[in-house]
């Protein structure tokens, strides 16, 4: 089994900053990309950015030059720095991995459980 563990969310002023964290645990070989999801009430859940093992990371339009992600791959761990912070970034943000496990090699994209970002005006 795999886990993944997000904390870093919470209330900030508009123009602030969050940091993101989540990191993977459990029966884990190898990991390809790590990325971050969000999805706003009544809203579907939507890309926000995803970083490759090795390569460029990917950001929806809505956050380039705002936001960052980073991995630390010896400890299985994904980051994204949120800056300028807009209420319009307010959701709960999602990590998802691409994940071999060690027993039987089989892939699989697993799911933190959330955690919220909430922006105010």
């Known amino acids: 089994q795999v886990q993944l563990v997000e904390s870093g969310g919470g209330l900030v002023q508009a123009g602030g900053s969050l940091r993101l964290s989540c990191a993977a645990s459990?029966?884990?070989?190898?990991?390809?990309?790590m990325g971050w999801y969000r999805q706003a009430p009544g809203k579907q859940r939507e890309l926000v950015a995803v970083?490759?093992?090795?390569?460029?990371?990917t950001y929806a339009d809505s956050v380039k030059g705002r936001f960052t992600i980073s991995r630390d791959n010896a400890k299985n761990t994904v980051y994204l720095q949120m800056n300028s912070l807009k209420p319009e970034d307010t959701a709960v943000y999602y990590c998802?991995?691409?994940?071999?496990?060690?027993?039987?090699?089989?892939?699989?994209?697993?799911w933190g459980q959330g955690t919220q970002v909430t922006v105010s005006s």
């Open positions: 998802e991995a691409s994940v071999q496990e060690r027993v039987g090699g089989n892939w699989g994209a697993y």
């Open positions: 459990g029966s884990i070989f190898s990991i390809a990309a």
């Open positions: 970083m490759p093992n090795s390569g460029r990371p």
